[in-house]
């Protein structure tokens, strides 16, 4: 199947006051015609510099995009201006943010800004517009009468349903949801999920998943890519993740998880912090973490190593 998305060494720095902070180094990854990546790693990772990256939302100043390339159907969106990368958003990438609260425009109705999206992609009049808009709504679960209300009348979870509405609203090619369910109540967050997965599945849209949340991933992903400091450490099919896990963070990620059939009085943690992304060491990232680290690990950096068609990881134990 041929790449949709394509993702070459993309390299991300924010130059900050107190330091280069290397957000992105080096990343590579795929992602082909109707299917979902899920992308875990936890809090300060680079999960979201990636998607911004990936829409060209990188803040400049502060963000800089350093090198590599972002591929869409073949062509460099990290070489097109922000008028060409304007025509892109929406009608062929689209992004679920984290907070449906900071998402939306307060001042205006939740119609307006679905109509507004389908009015910027489309040569089309505004009660047709108008029409698809509370067709949209329509299909997210809010009644079309509420086309004219503000975002304050509506609940978390309804308010995070317009932002999908708004993102699907001219069927994209790819979906970027960036941590969809955060702020939501588990109930809710498994509707809000459910109804992602129905949509993308209606017209065939792949996506994208940034997730802490391994429980999530394995509900909705067919591949999986694990982030930590900027990096890739492990990417493989839902199944080689799951069950043929080999890099020690990965290892531990999984380890924190409660299980259902064992007592235990404390759950097991990863030890240490993830290091300072202004003064990373020059080895693998993860070594002052690791239970296998070797003095190897601080001075090297492994390479990604190739497992099977789609199993890698980045660990000097297997190279």
Same mark, same amino acid.
């Given at each position: 199947?041929?790449?949709?998305?394509? !993702?070459?060494?993309?390299?991300?720095?924010? *130059?900050?006051?107190?330091?280069?902070?290397?957000?992105?180094?080096?990343?590579?990854?795929?992602?082909?015609?109707?299917?979902?990546?899920?992308?875990?790693?936890?809090?300060?990772?680079?999960?979201?510099? =990636?998607?911004?990256?990936?829409?060209?939302?990188?803040?400049?100043?502060?963000?800089? +995009?350093?090198?590599?390339?972002?591929?869409?159907?073949?062509?460099?969106?990290?070489?097109?201006?922000? +008028?060409?990368?304007?025509?892109?958003? /929406?009608?062929?990438?689209?992004?679920?943010?984290?907070?449906?609260?900071?998402?939306?425009?307060?001042?205006?109705?939740?119609?307006?800004?679905?109509?507004?999206?389908?009015?910027?992609?489309?040569? +089309?009049?505004?009660?047709?517009?108008?029409?698809?808009?509370?067709?949209?709504?329509?299909?997210?679960? !809010?009644?079309?009468?509420?086309?004219? *209300?503000?975002?304050?009348?509506? @609940?978390?979870?309804?308010?995070?349903?317009?932002?999908?509405?708004?993102?699907?609203?001219?069927?994209?090619?790819? =979906?970027?949801?960036?941590?969809?369910?955060?702020?939501?109540?588990?109930?809710?967050?498994?509707?809000?999920?459910?109804?992602?997965?129905?949509?993308?599945?209606?017209?065939?849209?792949?996506?994208?998943?940034?997730?802490?949340?391994?429980?999530?991933?394995?509900?909705?992903?067919?591949?999986?890519?694990?982030?930590?400091?900027?990096?890739?450490?492990?990417?493989?099919?839902?199944?080689?993740?799951? &069950? *043929?896990? &080999?890099?020690?963070?990965?290892?531990? =990620?999984?380890? @924190?998880?409660?299980?259902?059939?064992?007592?235990?009085?404390?759950?097991?943690?990863?030890? /240490?912090?993830?290091?300072?992304?202004?003064?990373?060491?020059?080895?693998?990232?993860?070594?002052?973490?690791?239970?296998?680290? &070797?003095?190897?690990?601080? *001075?090297? =950096?492994?390479?990604?190593?190739?497992?099977?068609?789609?199993?890698?990881?980045?660990?000097?134990?297997?190279?």
């Amino acid at each position: 199947m041929s790449n949709l998305l394509d !993702i070459k060494d993309l390299t991300i720095y924010y *130059e900050t006051d107190d330091g280069i902070v290397q957000a992105l180094n080096d990343v590579n990854l795929k992602l082909g015609v109707g299917e979902t990546l899920g992308l875990v790693g936890e809090t300060g990772a680079g999960k979201t510099t =990636l998607a911004r990256g990936i829409m060209g939302l990188v803040p400049n100043p502060p963000g800089k +995009i350093v090198g590599g390339q972002v591929l869409y159907e073949g062509k460099d969106l990290t070489k097109l201006t922000n +008028i060409e990368m304007q025509k892109i958003r /929406g009608q062929h990438i689209s992004m679920i943010f984290q907070d449906p609260m900071t998402s939306l425009n307060p001042v205006l109705t939740v119609g307006e800004q679905i109509m507004e999206v389908i009015i910027n992609h489309n040569k +089309i009049t505004k009660a047709s517009a108008r029409i698809l808009a509370e067709d949209m709504l329509e299909r997210v679960g !809010i009644p079309k009468e509420r086309y004219d *209300e503000y975002p304050h009348q509506f @609940s978390g979870g309804m308010k995070q349903r317009v932002v999908i509405a708004i993102a699907l609203a001219c069927n994209p090619k790819i =979906l970027i949801a960036d941590e969809p369910t955060t702020a939501l109540d588990v109930t809710i967050q498994a509707q809000v999920l459910d109804m992602i997965y129905k949509l993308k599945s209606e017209n065939n849209t792949s996506m994208l998943l940034i997730t802490h949340d391994l429980g999530v991933v394995a509900q909705n992903c067919d591949y999986v890519a694990i982030i930590y400091a900027g990096e890739i450490v492990e990417y493989g099919s839902l199944k080689e993740i799951y &069950k *043929e896990t &080999k890099h020690p963070y990965t290892e531990g =990620l999984f380890g @924190s998880i409660p299980s259902l059939t064992v007592n235990v009085n404390r759950l097991q943690a990863i030890v /240490g912090i993830m290091p300072d992304p202004t003064k990373l060491p020059k080895g693998c990232k993860f070594y002052d973490r690791c239970k296998y680290s &070797k003095p190897i690990c601080a *001075e090297k =950096l492994p390479d990604m190593v190739q497992l099977s068609e789609t199993h890698k990881v980045r660990c000097i134990l297997y190279q």
